[in-house]
């Protein structure tokens, strides 16, 4: 009775009623505690050795454990949408040319704890035709980086490639429009990481 029983498992799949749910159930996890209480060869059907779990020398270090950690770039994806900094209910939109509305998307940005490698900043905007918007990323009042449309419908904009701060620092996204006479709007902003 070192694992669960595949009849136990088809009576979860097929059950109808409450309570053949409940004695399946019920049955699968007197089987999970009894192979865990009596562990045999049976319980692990690939036998593991120390070695192959602990890092060589690891008793008496300070690393336990063997490091099984993998890249970011070995695993293949082309970029990542790690933070989103805006994402309001409803856009945000303004005409003001200076100052830049401030819309939130307080981030603290520390090098240390995120992966070199490439940031974008990338927006959903739009703005009345004619007019430019324009989506800021800031340290204060130090602008890291920017994005810009003439859409006048919701597109999707990415920057060029940002320079992010050397040290901690707490970001902030605003909005800008290009003129009074056209309104902008954002909808969602967030920084792009490409490996």
């Known amino acids: 009775m070192a694992q669960i029983d ?34 045999d060869d049976t319980n692990i059907a690939v036998p593991l050795t120390g070695d192959k779990v602990l890092a060589q020398g690891s008793l008496t270090g300070d690393l336990l454990l063997r490091d ?47 992966p070199g490698g490439t940031w974008y900043l990338e927006a959903a905007m739009q703005v009345a035709a004619g007019g430019t918007a324009t989506v800021q990323l800031k340290n204060g009042a130090q602008v890291v980086g920017s994005v810009s449309t003439q859409a006048t419908s919701w597109t999707v904009a990415r920057s060029t490639p940002l320079t992010m701060p050397s040290s901690q620092a707490a970001l902030t996204v605003t909005l800008v429009s290009s003129g009074s006479n056209y309104v902008a709007s954002l909808w ?5 990481y490409v490996p």
């Open 6 to 39: 595949d009849s136990i498992l088809l009576w979860l799949r097929y059950a109808k009623s409450p309570s053949e749910i409940a004695y399946a159930t019920m049955r699968a996890l007197q089987q999970v505690v009894a192979a865990y209480n009596n562990l």
């Open 188 to 192: 969602v902003a967030r920084l792009i």
């Open 68 to 114: 099984y950690s993998t890249s970011l770039r070995k695993l293949g994806f082309r970029e990542w949408p790690l933070v989103t900094l805006v994402s309001p209910a409803q856009p945000i939109s303004t005409s003001s040319t200076n100052p830049s509305v401030d819309c939130g998307g307080f981030f603290v940005w520390d090098p240390n704890k995120y």
